[in-house]
């Protein structure tokens, strides 16, 4: 049962000590309780936002609080996980007939039962590493080691948990290396190399698979691990009917300095130690149906996420599968790739 007293404020509360109950927490959210009955949520964000607009911290949470928060009643049966995944938010009060909170629950992607997916995986390998620079001059970066396994091996793995066996592997630098490795030693997934002739950025490769396949596949970066639970995410996006889902991570980032606010006149109006700042980040893992496909010009260089911002314009269901930051591995850079290390416990 969850500690409500770590997690609770009254509409009177002063914003700067609804931050610390905020920042005591492992989510990022207060709720706002009156006569005992939930009111209210508020997120860092909410903070955040009411800060940039010059707001004064000793003012009450009640000017800065959402007052239409969702909650479930205490005796709905109901998967807690899907609807926050469903509503972007990784706290849900669980209330009794009155709207007094009895329990708060939390998203969780770490403990699922694996069930089978079998879809296709094309994993994006083609292109230079330079973050990874100087490893990257000599290995490429679909075949840097983390621990006994390269990063490709470890991805392909995961996926195979969820009968996703086969993989399509879009190359262009070292692509021979990357060829012969797979060749030369035994696995157990079906591999078919795609060669980008030309460096087409994270979304031009992809057109070279149009037309392999009829329905839904994944689409995932080279150098990430995702902890989720693959079938709950391909059911969301189905249900959601949308052309392409991103996986997202909540993540939180603390400025170490004390930051200023001036008005135009360059007059300080607030101080603010160490904000804290919350957004959603794209982890690189997505579900695509083909129609997404078509939206990337041939023979074209051209990124993945400006076909997506196309989507958007031209009014397709872009949708998101929210995940802990904890539960996304980038080895994209050199101190991340030590973090997935330690993650993994290998050396």
Not at 204 to 209: I, Q, R
Request: charged share 30%; with cysteine.
């Amino acid at each position: 049962m969850t500690d409500l007293g770590l997690y609770i404020v009254s509409e009177d509360t002063k914003i700067v000590d609804t931050m610390k109950t905020i920042d005591a927490g492992e989510n990022a959210v207060a709720f706002v309780c009156r006569d005992d009955k939930l009111v209210a949520a508020v997120s860092d964000g909410d903070v955040r936002r009411y800060i940039i607009r010059g707001g004064d911290l000793d003012h009450p949470i009640k000017e800065v609080a959402n007052y239409s928060p969702i909650s479930v009643p205490a005796n709905e049966q109901i998967d807690y996980d899907s609807l926050m995944r469903e509503k972007c938010i990784t706290a849900l009060p669980i209330v009794d007939e009155e709207g007094r909170i009895l329990d708060i629950r939390f998203l969780s992607n770490r403990y699922f039962r694996k069930r089978r997916v079998a879809l296709p995986v094309i994993i994006m390998a083609g292109g230079k590493g330079s973050r990874l620079r100087p490893f990257t001059e000599i290995l490429p970066k679909p075949l840097i080691p983390i621990g006994n396994k390269t990063i490709t091996e470890h991805i392909m793995s995961r996926f195979g948990e969820y009968s996703c066996d086969h993989f399509d592997m879009i190359v262009n630098y070292k692509k021979n290396f990357i060829k012969s490795f797979f060749q030369d030693n035994d696995n157990s997934y079906d591999i078919d190399f795609i060669e980008e002739p030309e460096f087409w950025g994270t979304a031009g490769g992809l057109k070279l698979v149009e037309g392999r396949y009829e329905s839904t596949v994944f689409v995932t970066n080279c150098d990430i691990l995702v902890q989720c639970d693959y079938a709950d995410l391909v059911e969301r996006h189905r249900a959601d009917k949308n052309l392409i889902t991103i996986v997202c991570a909540r993540k939180k980032v603390t400025i170490p300095y004390g930051t200023i606010e001036t008005d135009s006149q360059g007059k300080v109006t607030g101080i603010t130690e160490k904000p804290s700042f919350e957004f959603y980040t794209n982890t690189g893992l997505y579900v695509i149906e083909q129609g997404f496909l078509k939206k990337i010009p041939r023979n074209t260089k051209i990124d993945i996420t400006d076909v997506i911002e196309n989507c958007i314009r031209d009014g397709e269901k872009v949708g998101t599968y929210l995940v802990n930051e904890e539960d996304w591995l980038d080895m994209g850079q050199l101190d991340e790739m030590e973090r997935m290390k330690r993650h993994l416990n290998v050396k």
